[in-house]
Structures are given as C-alpha cells and as structure tokens.
C-alpha cells in the first residue's frame, strides 16, 4: 500500500544547493522514520540523513552542517535541503520509511538499512567540478 517517490534530483556544480523530496501515498510520513540514503557507482549505498516522528533530525558526519532534512505535515512530503554540494555527493538519493511507530529513534536505528521496509525509486544528483 506505500509508495514513495523521490524527486528534485539533477546536475549543479560544486558548492550550489539542491533540494529533493519524497512524497508517500498509503502512509502518514509524521507517523514514521524516513530516512535518506545515498549510493554512488561502485560503493554501498549509505546513510545520509533521517528524521523520526518527534521531528529529530540525524545526519551523517559527512553532510553534517551541509544538508537540513525536514517535513512538511501538511503536504505529507519529507525534504532533504542539500548546501555546499561537492563531487562526493553525486549518488543515487533514495528515501526509505520505517515502520517504527515509538516517537523517538536513535542513529543506531536510523543509519542501519534493515530499518526501513519502504524504499522509493531514487533520484539522480550529479556534482560536476
């Protein structure tokens, strides 16, 4: 019944912003963890960042400071604002929802993929130089 779908994906140089979403259908996004996550050719995918139902935000140490996630209730939307983009970024952005229902989660719980059981088609970010 869930279905997500990332958009907002594209080709920036180095140091410009980007912003993608993920829009859910079949599920209340402020009711769950949805993380985002990230693989670039050749490497795992990866934990980027996530944000749990009490509107904490987790982030890995190699966005921190750079990218902001954040949801919008009303359009049922969860948003990753990406700054200061680099090469390293360039990746496959993906977003995932949990069916974790507590109101708080933990990194442990967040960055670990075996967490989420929803995962939407990925979108392109390519950083050129």
């Known amino acids: 019944q869930v279905q997500l779908v990332e958009s907002g994906g594209g080709l920036v140089q180095t140091g410009e912003s980007l912003t993608l979403s993920c829009a859910a259908s079949?599920?209340?996004?402020?009711?769950?963890?949805t993380g985002w996550f990230r693989q670039a050719p050749g490497n795992e995918r990866e934990f980027v960042a996530a944000?749990?139902?009490?509107?904490?935000?987790y982030y890995a140490e190699s966005v921190k400071g750079r990218f902001t996630i954040s949801r919008d209730n009303g359009k049922n939307t969860v948003s990753l604002q990406m700054n200061g983009l680099e090469p390293g970024d360039t990746a496959v952005y993906y977003c995932?929802?949990?069916?974790?229902?507590?109101?708080?989660?933990?990194?442990?719980?967040?960055?670990?993929?075996?967490?989420?059981?929803?995962w939407g088609p990925g979108t392109q970010v390519t950083v050129s130089s």
């Open positions: 079949g599920r209340t996004l402020r009711d769950r963890v």
């Open positions: 944000i749990d139902r009490s509107g904490g935000t």
């Open positions: 995932a929802l949990s069916p974790r229902t507590a109101f708080f989660a933990s990194m442990s719980y967040v960055t670990a993929q075996k967490s989420y059981e929803t």
